[in-house]
DNA sequence: GGACGTTGTTCCATAAAGTGGAACTATCCT
DNA sequence: AGGATAGTTCCACTTTATGGAACAACGTCC
C-alpha cells in the first residue's frame, strides 16, 4: 500500500465498518473477525469504539448494523446533495460520446428542475439550464418523469400549456404518448418545448426501483437524423442505466438461497 | 470516560468524522483541527485514513464531505431499513398513552404497507397487521398519504371499492374528505374499512417535507367517544410531529444569520 | 437441569504503532 | 514576486494498540 503509515488501527476500524455498512443484513462478531483476519480482543475492541461513536449499533441479539450516523445522515437527505457528484461521470461520458448538451433533471413541484449539466463540443449559444424549470408535458425529461410516476401534473387540469405548434396539448394524446415512453424506455421532445430544439431522456431509477431523475440529451434538430437519434437514445439509456446501477439500482434482482 | 482503552486513534478519527458528517456543508481542514483540538499532524494522518477508506472525500478546495461509504448507504435505502428502529419509541410512547393499537404505514404500490405495529393493552383478538396492505380510500393511513400527495390512487379509476356501508366510493367526495384531512392535519376512518373499527392516522414528514409514513391508531368504534377521539387524534399528532423531527423535518425552518 | 459448546469481553506484558513539533511544500492573495 | 496561509511528510520518543489466554455470558442439547 502506497501511504498507510501511523493509522493501523483506523484502517481495520474502518475496514470492520466497511463490512458492517455494506452488508444486506446484520453482522456478527465472529463473521468480522473471520473476514478481516482480526484477533478476537482486537475487533471487540474496535468495534466497541464504533459504537461508543455512534458508527454502529447492535440489535437485540447483539449482531452490528449501521449506526445513528449513518442513519442521521441518510435521513437528513445526505444521498440527495450528492446525486450530482455520483452522476457527474456518466454525465461527462455521455457529453464526450454525443456532443451535445447533456442535463439531469428530477421532479419539482409541477415541473423537472435542472440539477446538473454538461455543455456541448460545437456549442453556438450555451444556455445554462442548471437550477431551471422546465414543464413536464413538453419535455423528454418530464415525460420520463410522468411516465414512470416520477412527477404528476396538477390534479383537475383540463388542458396543457402550447409552447409551439408541436407541443401535446390533450391529456389523453399525453396517456398515449407516455405509454411510448414506457415501452421505449426512453422519451424525445421534437420541437415541443422549443421551435428547432429536440431533446431525448432515460430514467435513472434508484435502489427500490423508483425513478429520481431523468437524463437527458439536448440538440439542434438540424443536426440530427433519425439514425444519430437512434444512436443517442441507445448511450443515453446506456448511462443512464450506469447511474442507476450505481445509485442501487438491480435490475429484476433475484435472490438466490443462501 | 468508563471504557476507552486501547483506542484512542479510533475515538479521534470517529469524532473527526462525526464532524464531518453532522457538518450542514464541507468542513475545512483547520476547522477541524481546531474543534477537535488535535496536532495539524494527527488530523493530516487520521483524515487521509478516513479519505482512503471512503468515509470522508474532498471537494475541488479540498474541504471534506461525507464519503461514499455514507453515500451509498443513503442511495441503497438504508433509512428506510432503519424507520421501524427509529419510529419505535414513538409508537410505544402513543401506545402506552392510548391503550390503542397502533401502526406505521408506508405507500407501496396503490395500497399502504404496514411496517410497524404496538398492540394494544386491552385487546380482545390481535389481529397483527404487520406486512399486510390496506386499501388507501377507505383507511386512516390510506388518506393520509393520499392527502398529502406520498400515494396515489391507480390512473383511470372510475370507482372506488365499497368495504362497508360507510365506505367512501366516489372520487369527488374522496377528494372533498382529503381537503379536510389537509385541514386537519390528521385522517379518520369510521367503518369504513372495516365494520366495528375505528382508525385515525396522521403525517409523518422527512427533511424535506414530503410525508413518508402515516402514524394510526386504532379502536374498536365502541370504545370511542367524541372526545376520547379528540384526546387520541391530539396525542397521535404530537407523536407523528416529534418522529418526523427525528427524521429531520423541521417544520417552516428558519434560517439565522450565523 | 447440568455440562458443554459457542460467543464475546477483560487482562496484561510486549513492542509496534501513533504522536506532535519542526521542516518542508503547495496554494492563495496582494 | 513575496509573504502569509494551509496542508503534508519526517523522525525520535513513548504512549497506545496488540493478541494470546483467562474469564464471563449465553444457549442448547441430552
Known amino acids: 500500500m502506497s501511504n498507510s503509515n501511523g493509522t493501523q488501527a483506523v484502517d481495520r ?3 470492520l465498518l466497511s463490512e458492517v455498512v455494506h452488508a444486506s443484513s446484520p453482522v456478527t462478531f465472529t463473521e468480522l473477525t473471520a473476514t ?4 478476537k480482543s482486537t475487533t471487540s475492541r474496535l468495534m466497541l469504539a464504533l459504537e ?3 458508527l ?3 440489535d437485540d441479539h447483539g449482531r452490528f448494523l449501521p449506526g445513528e450516523m449513518f442513519v442521521g445522515f441518510a435521513w437528513r437527505g445526505g444521498a440527495d446533495a450528492s446525486l450530482v457528484a455520483v452522476a457527474r461521470p456518466f ?3 455521455l457529453g464526450k460520446a454525443t456532443g451535445e448538451t447533456i442535463n439531469l433533471g428530477v421532479a419539482s413541484g409541477f415541473a423537472v428542475e435542472q440539477v446538473a449539466q454538461v455543455d456541448c463540443a460545437h456549442l453556438i449559444r450555451g444556455t445554462n439550464w442548471t437550477g431551471l424549470s422546465v414543464p413536464l408535458h413538453c419535455s423528454a425529461q418530464g415525460k420520463v418523469l410522468l411516465a414512470y410516476g416520477a412527477a404528476h401534473l396538477p390534479p383537475r387540469l383540463e388542458r396543457l ?3 409551439t405548434e408541436k407541443t401535446i396539448t390533450s391529456l389523453v394524446s399525453l396517456r398515449v404518448e407516455l405509454a411510448g415512453v414506457r415501452a421505449r424506455g426512453y422519451a424525445v421532445s421534437d420541437e415541443e418545448l422549443q421551435p428547432g430544439l429536440i431533446a431525448l431522456a432515460a430514467p435513472v431509477y434508484r435502489y427500490d426501483g423508483t425513478v429520481v431523475a431523468a437524463l437527458s440529451v439536448s440538440a439542434l434538430a438540424s443536426r440530427v437524423t433519425r439514425d444519430s437519434l437512434n444512436t443517442i437514445a441507445r448511450r443515453c439509456v446506456a448511462e443512464a442505466a450506469g447511474l ?3 445509485l442501487g439500482y438491480r435490475p429484476r434482482a433475484r435472490k438466490f438461497a443462501p
Not at 36 to 39: E, I, V
Open 91 to 93: 454525465l461527462d461520458r
Open 161 to 163: 400549456e402550447r409552447r
Open 56 to 58: 454502529v449499533r447492535r
Open 52 to 54: 461508543r461513536n455512534g
Open 244 to 246: 442507476s446501477s450505481a
Open 36 to 39: 478481516c483476519g482480526l484477533a
Open 13 to 15: 476500524a474502518a475496514r
